[in-house]
Structure formats: C-alpha cells, structure tokens
C-alpha cells in the first residue's frame, strides 16, 4: 500500500462479522482486499506524491524534474544540516506542514521545465509567488512564506 501513504480520510468498520467461506478466508478480509485493490487502481499518477524532506545545500542537491525549496536563503549556502524540500513536477503540495517545512523556504531550484507557484496558505490558497525555471538564491518578499505549491 505504499501509494496510500497519508491519503486515508476515514475508516469503518468492515461490516458484518466475519463468515469463513470455502477458501479458509473470510469474508471481511476479502471485502477489504477488493476496496484496497480498488484505491490502487483509481489512484492516478499524479497523486502519488513523492514529495519529500531531504538535508543538503546548492542548487546541484536538487534533481531534474523537481522544484527544490531551500530552508535558507543562497540554496542552504553550504549548511548541509538545512533542509531541502523536494517536490516533484505533478505533484501539488498542499500543505508544506506535513512534512515539517511550513513558513521555510528562501531560495528555490525550479527543474521542471514550468513555472511552479508558490501559495502562503495551505492548499494552493491565498497570495501566491511564481518560480520560474532556473535558480532563485531568495525569494524575495515571499521569503518564509510558502506553505502549498503546484506547477502552472
Ligand atoms: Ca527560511
């Protein structure tokens, strides 16, 4: 189940009590194998997030296909005990608090080939500040603001 990874929403119990049937197995069981089954299938690519926290510094640590937000400003200078958040191209981060970096960033890489926006609210909401493609040692008065971003 990795593709679920911070995505359930709720829970409930799986219904009846569990009846075995012919295989051994019971019927309970089976119902959430098929639900499961069902959520990997309906899950499309671009939700699989991917978006991860990393400790590193300069703009060589981030990776093609990624924006890289910078805990400071100048790509983390050469602090390697700073973080570095990755977002990778598709995947929109809603919310930079899940993994720790709420109100951080100062410098930015942008490898995706677009433009990625930053918001200063979760969930892609309130003042945004673009990223164009390339290398941005501050961002400016958007400096420890960022809290969602997404590729334009
Ligand atoms: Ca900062």
Request: hydrophobic share 35%.
């Amino acid at each position: 189940m990795r593709d679920f990874n911070d995505k359930a929403e709720s829970v409930a119990p799986p219904g009846p009590l569990p009846v075995s049937n012919r295989d051994g197995r019971n019927d309970a069981f089976e119902f959430l194998c098929r639900i499961f089954e069902l959520l990997e299938m309906s899950l499309p690519e671009s939700t699989s997030s991917g978006v991860r926290l990393v400790k590193g510094s300069g703009a060589n640590a981030a990776p093609e296909g990624a924006l890289s937000l910078y805990e400071n400003t100048d790509f983390n200078g050469r602090n390697d005990d700073k973080s570095i958040l990755i977002i990778p191209d598709g995947a929109s981060a809603n919310d930079f608090n899940l993994h720790g970096f709420k109100d951080l960033a100062s410098s930015a890489v942008n490898r995706t080939g677009r433009t990625q926006r930053l918001y200063n609210q979760e969930n892609l909401s309130g003042t945004h500040f673009d990223v164009a493609v390339g290398e941005l040692e501050r961002l400016e008065d958007f400096n420890d603001r960022a809290r969602s971003a997404v590729g334009l």
